[in-house]
């Protein structure tokens, strides 16, 4: 019971979160009811409510159906955050039921449709170290379960030919002037050699251990822009396994996800670059940095696409080959003509047709391989490719 209420330590107490719940009286009554509670979990002759956990499981539904009801950036933000309360609310019933291993995977998946389908940031200020708290506990509960993955290979450093600008090391004040204001790419060197995760994340076991239980959107097929692509929600396990240990499986992709949210233990292994507090405008406030994780096997692909904002592409281990286009040869890159990839070229830029697509023949490509311990810097707009040419693990920081 011990580390069960060191957990329940950090849900929020009903003043915490009463400003969430001012405009849904429902909400406001059943999660009220479901703080109060918990304030009563540390008695040794607790016996948990019955009627309020039913209550809590039948709000998380109701917000469950008001989220999939139209379009999703519709729904309301408090509608949100609710349906995480009441989840985190749901895990507590749920571990004061059994602590069982079906009953500990339960608790991840609901911790995960808390973070995936409702709003956690900005919730209350024990949120974090709830998350990690009941991660970890899990975690440890569950760790002589897994399976042995491997130890992903450190691939000895190569030359390679270089088509764009490169700097070891710059400080911020050169890549101010030498790429972030002229907006000029460029591969940065030994920017990112303190990271623990260089040497922690190969293996792939100690992911497992932090996340192994954990339900992440999977990317199924070489790339987005085939018919073939779907997507699925996987336990990260279940994907390390399949994607790991056995080279026949059909390509899956972790890809462009905002994994150090969901889990903050591997956040801690990483660091924001310091060239992320630049800014295009004259804002005092701090740019809002977004951490994308991309973790695959050999082969993944991200075909020719641009983005709106800045890019530090850096590669914790593996090795990635890039083909870069500027926003200036836009006219000649062939976008796709539908909305949803408007910003995707339809060549494909490693085996180029110029039969089909002749005015991609005027378009300047540019080169670079990416490895590890590598940073990419791709400005606003400008056209990547990017191929794994190994197992891989990369994470994007995006600003504007």
Request: charged share 25%; aromatic share 12%.
């Amino acid at each position: 019971m011990g580390e069960r209420t060191e957990i329940y330590k950090y849900l929020p107490k009903y003043k915490e979160i009463k400003i969430i719940l001012e405009n849904e009286p429902e909400a406001n009554y059943i999660l009220g009811l479901a703080a109060t509670d918990v304030e009563k979990a540390n008695s040794e002759t607790y016996e948990y409510n019955e009627e309020v956990y039913y209550l809590v499981c039948s709000l998380a539904e109701k917000c469950w159906e008001r989220i999939h009801t139209g379009h999703f950036s519709a729904v309301p933000l408090e509608v949100r955050k609710i349906y995480a309360l009441s989840n985190y609310f749901k895990i507590f019933y749920l571990l004061c039921e059994s602590v069982s291993q079906q009953q500990l995977m339960r608790c991840a998946e609901v911790l995960d449709e808390a973070i995936l389908i409702g709003c956690t940031q900005e919730l209350y200020e024990g949120s974090d170290e709830f998350q990690s708290q009941l991660t970890s506990y899990i975690s440890k509960a569950l760790e002589n379960t897994q399976t042995p993955l491997p130890i992903i290979e450190s691939l000895k450093r190569q030359q390679f030919k270089c088509d764009i600008l490169v700097l070891d090391c710059p400080s911020i004040e050169d890549f101010r002037t030498k790429c972030f204001t002229t907006e000029h790419p460029a591969l940065l060197l030994n920017t990112i050699t303190h990271w623990p995760a260089l040497q922690k994340w190969r293996d792939l076991n100690y992911i497992h251990k932090l996340a192994g239980n954990r339900t992440v959107p999977i990317e199924i097929g070489s790339n987005y822009t085939t018919d073939e692509w779907s997507q699925q929600l996987v336990k990260i396990r279940d994907f390390l396994q399949r994607q790991f240990t056995n080279t026949d499986n059909e390509i899956e992709y972790l890809a462009q996800h905002e994994l150090f949210d969901q889990i903050p233990a591997l956040k801690a292994d990483i660091r924001i670059p310091d060239y992320c507090i630049l800014r295009t405008s004259d804002s005092e406030s701090p740019a809002h940095v977004s951490i994308k994780a991309w973790l695959g096997p050999k082969n993944t692909i991200s075909p020719l696409h641009y983005d709106p904002e800045h890019n530090l592409l850096c590669q914790v281990f593996g090795r990635k080959h890039i083909i870069l286009a500027s926003p200036a040869d836009t006219p000649n890159l062939y976008a796709h003509e539908s909305e949803m990839l408007c910003n995707t070229s339809q060549l494909d830029a490693a085996q180029l047709d110029f039969e089909k697509f002749p005015l991609a023949a005027k378009a300047t490509f540019y080169n670079v391989t990416l490895q590890a311990g590598d940073c990419l810097y791709i400005p606003p707009k400008w056209w990547h490719y990017v191929r794994a040419e190994s197992e891989s693990f990369s994470v994007s920081f995006w600003w504007s």
